[in-house]
């Protein structure tokens, strides 16, 4: 999900003002020369209001301003900025009217003092020919995030340490905003590697997350592991053993999940709704997993899960995979059905959607399975639904003379046909789609030759069907599609009794 504008301009604010602090604490931990005594007099307002303080050194490395105010005109100070560096003001409507500016800075050049400045209030802005030119906060979001990145870089260039730590947290942050999650588990993992310290141990933790959301749930659960033991992360402890039980359920160790969740409930209790519904969702889950279903129903059930992310969704899948473990296959369909529409995922989406039709046609509500499918074309996830909605067509008398309408339907109900081992009907189907197979991507025209294969095999025996797939997978390019003809070929030197060229064949050698 793409993060709002609302939400990144926040992002932005927060980071230049992230900015101003850091350098106010640089500049109070600073040996070099103070701030002159005496204000600019063209920046300083009437007696009795704030002083804007604006000087400009020479230095080797060009000249170098200092900043000093508090709680000051927002309009005010930025007038007295331009005015002082010898620049015209273009854009001034957009200086908010009322606002306030508390700055520190010491000894920075003009571009990052007006970044800093500017952007406490979300504004840009571009130096050209003599000329400050003010520039509307943006909505673009890329936008959004690299003025968030630089502001943080900035902010590590200070040199404190902490400061330098805390930017890392933020980039990688950001880069999980972009949907980055390489680059993020990056820049966690350098900061992991340093001296145990309580960043560090974020660090980790954020780490372990990113390695769960790419699925490499081994991983994760090291990292947690390694969080779990440490002193200097005891404020992560319950929440490390809380995601190493939800990694030990993908791992296949349910029970070991419940074991974890029980010495987190019995050690480390908590008033915080948000962990506390997430421990029942992944206990009702551990609960699934280990085919207690009505304790997973039961858990659900004991409070509220409201408060964790996307616990809509969750629970829902949790209910449907509960009444599918205890037979109630109707109940189970509603629930996948519902469950399609909150998914955070396309791919989640289609699955549940897959789901909800093969129990609905399971229970014999053909008319429920037909309503799934349209569902799901609503949302454009019902690839992969067509032989669904062709049997319960026909189970209700509907369409039997109506053929398929697309290519990629007639090569699902081939193949559902084939399956059901009624070849001669299935062989027609492959028939035609042999000849019309250009007009697919590889791995299709793949399915279709390995159907057609088995056609091959019927009439006119084994070594035609597999000269075909052969000459095929010489020209294919796509490894999944060269992999799917390499099965196709493996099977039927399976039926033939041929194991022994079964298993060259499975290697491509055929």
Request: glycine share 6%; aromatic share 6%.
């Amino acid at each position: 999900m793409s993060p709002s504008a609302g939400f990144l301009r926040a992002l932005a604010l927060l980071v230049a003002f992230a900015g101003v602090r850091a350098a106010q604490e640089h500049g109070a931990q600073s040996h070099e020369a103070a701030l002159p005594e005496a204000a600019s007099p063209d920046a300083e307002p009437a007696r009795g209001r704030p002083i804007v303080s604006i000087s400009r050194q020479e230095t080797k490395d060009g000249p170098r301003w200092s900043v000093l105010c508090e709680e000051a005109p927002f309009d005010e100070l930025v007038r007295a900025l331009a005015k002082k560096s010898g620049l015209a003001l273009e854009g001034s409507e957009l200086l908010p009217i009322g606002a306030e500016a508390s700055v520190e800075l010491e000894r920075r050049p003009l571009e990052q003092v007006l970044e800093f400045v500017l952007g406490t209030q979300g504004l840009r802005h571009e130096l050209a020919r003599g000329t400050l030119r003010l520039l509307a906060p943006t909505n673009d979001a890329a936008e959004l995030l690299r003025l968030a990145q630089d502001a943080w870089r900035t902010v590590e260039a200070e040199g404190d340490q902490h400061a330098a730590t805390r930017s890392k947290l933020a980039q990688g942050n950001i880069a999980e905003v972009r949907g980055d999650l390489e680059g993020a588990y990056h820049l966690y993992a350098e900061l992991a590697e340093e001296n145990p310290s309580e960043d560090s141990a974020e660090a980790t933790f954020r780490a372990g997350r990113i390695l769960e959301r790419l699925g490499h749930w081994a991983e994760a659960a090291q990292h947690f592991r390694t969080l779990a033991s440490l002193d200097e992360a005891k404020r992560f402890h319950s929440k490390a053993r809380l995601e190493l039980a939800r990694a030990s359920i993908e791992l296949g160790d349910a029970p070991s999940a419940l074991h974890l969740l029980n010495f987190v409930d019995a050690n480390y209790a908590s008033d915080d709704e948000a962990e506390l519904a997430e421990r029942r969702l992944v206990r009702a889950r551990a609960c699934n997993a280990t085919h207690d279903y009505v304790e997973a129903l039961r858990t659900l059930e004991e409070g509220e899960v409201i408060s964790a992310s996307q616990a809509e969704a969750r629970s829902l899948a949790i209910r449907a995979e509960a009444f599918e473990g205890l037979g109630f296959e109707a109940e189970a369909a509603r629930a996948w059905l519902i469950f399609a529409r909150e998914a955070a995922t396309a791919e989640e989406r289609a699955a549940a959607f897959e789901k909800a039709a093969a129990l609905s046609l399971a229970t014999g509500d053909e008319l429920g399975t037909l309503f799934v499918c349209r569902e799901a074309a609503k949302s454009g996830a019902d690839e992969g639904l067509g032989s669904f909605a062709h049997t319960a067509r026909l189970r209700l008398g509907l369409d039997e003379e109506e053929p398929p309408t697309t290519i990629e339907e007639r090569l699902e109900l081939a193949e559902t046909l084939l399956a059901q081992n009624e070849r001669a009907k299935a062989a027609e189907l492959f028939e035609g789609l042999y000849l019309a197979r250009g007009a697919l991507p590889e791995p299709d025209q793949a399915r279709v030759l390995a159907g057609w294969s088995q056609v091959l095999l019927d009439r006119v025996g084994l070594e035609a069907a597999l000269e075909v797939l052969a000459k095929a997978r010489a020209s294919f390019e796509d490894p999944l599609a060269a992999q799917t003809l390499d099965l196709a070929a493996a099977a039927l030197l399976e039926a033939e009794g041929r194991f022994d060229e079964a298993a060259e064949a499975y290697r491509g050698n055929y």
